[in-house]
């Protein structure tokens, strides 16, 4: 069964330097996420991305972060210059053969990102 | 503002018991609602309601949605230990040209032997 793929599933970094998270999205998905989970809390929306540009972004997705979608299978999420807070779980999403399909979005296994 | 509510937090049962989750709702322009199964990291899809009334099924796990009192279950029976996990509530919220995802805090299922 067609899976998200992401890597690396760990990262450890130090606070400013820049990470680059990596997706292999579901293949003839259209529409991909990032959310992440911070450590005992909820699952948040990062940005969503269709047809090549962000559809939306929440607050967190400030111009540290960008999304890119550098060839036809894989998305990114940069984050520019990680802070301690940036520690959590980050989560691809995708979904949506068509229309009807849409809204339900199909998990990768994550990237546990931590900041030092 | 969205909201997506949870209860119980935390529910722990023994294997062959019947556990019920709720999820309840405030959201704008209501399309859907989702479950998902969180073990270790990855949620995992279990299902998309709809429809009111309309009970969905897949072995032991049935959900089913009413929308007059902005709310959700999802039924667990016959528990075994592998139904430990987070049991994730999530509803859709148009963004631009798709959907956001706006999760509740998950209620956390401990099944012992």
């Known amino acids: 069964e067609p899976e998200v793929t992401q890597t690396p599933s760990h990262q450890v970094t130090q606070m400013g330097q820049e990470v680059i998270l990596r997706c292999v999205p579901i293949?003839?998905?259209?529409?991909f996420y990032w959310y992440r989970q911070i450590l005992g809390q909820k699952v948040e929306f990062l940005v969503s991305?269709?047809?090549?540009?962000?559809?939306?972004k929440s607050e967190i997705f400030d111009d540290q972060f960008s999304v890119e979608r550098p060839d036809g299978s894989n998305f990114t999420l940069k984050i520019r210059s990680t802070k301690l807070e940036d520690s959590a779980m980050y989560f691809c999403?995708?979904?949506?053969?068509?229309?009807?399909?849409?809204?339900?979005?199909?998990f990768g296994p994550g990237t546990r990102l931590l900041v030092l | 503002e969205d909201k997506v509510v949870q209860s119980p937090l935390s529910l722990v049962v023994h294997e062959g018991d019947t556990v019920t989750l709720n999820c309840s709702y405030e959201?704008?322009?209501?399309?859907?609602l989702l479950w998902y199964k969180q073990e270790k990291k990855a949620p995992t899809f279990l299902f998309m309601l709809?429809?009111?009334?309309i009970e969905k099924k897949s072995g032991r796990l049935s959900s089913i949605l009413d929308k007059k009192e902005l709310s959700s279950i999802l039924n667990i029976t016959a528990t075994q230990t592998g139904d430990s996990a987070i049991y994730l509530c999530?509803?859709?919220?148009?963004?631009?040209?798709?959907?956001?995802?706006?999760f509740g805090k998950g209620t956390l299922l401990t099944v012992n032997p």
């Open positions: 293949s003839n998905h259209l529409y």
């Open positions: 999403a995708s979904s949506g053969r068509d229309h009807l399909y849409q809204e339900t979005q199909y």
């Open positions: 709809t429809s009111s009334g």
């Open positions: 959201v704008t322009n209501f399309r859907s």
């Open positions: 999530a509803v859709p919220v148009s963004g631009g040209s798709n959907y956001k995802l706006t």
């Open positions: 991305f269709y047809n090549n540009e962000i559809s939306e």
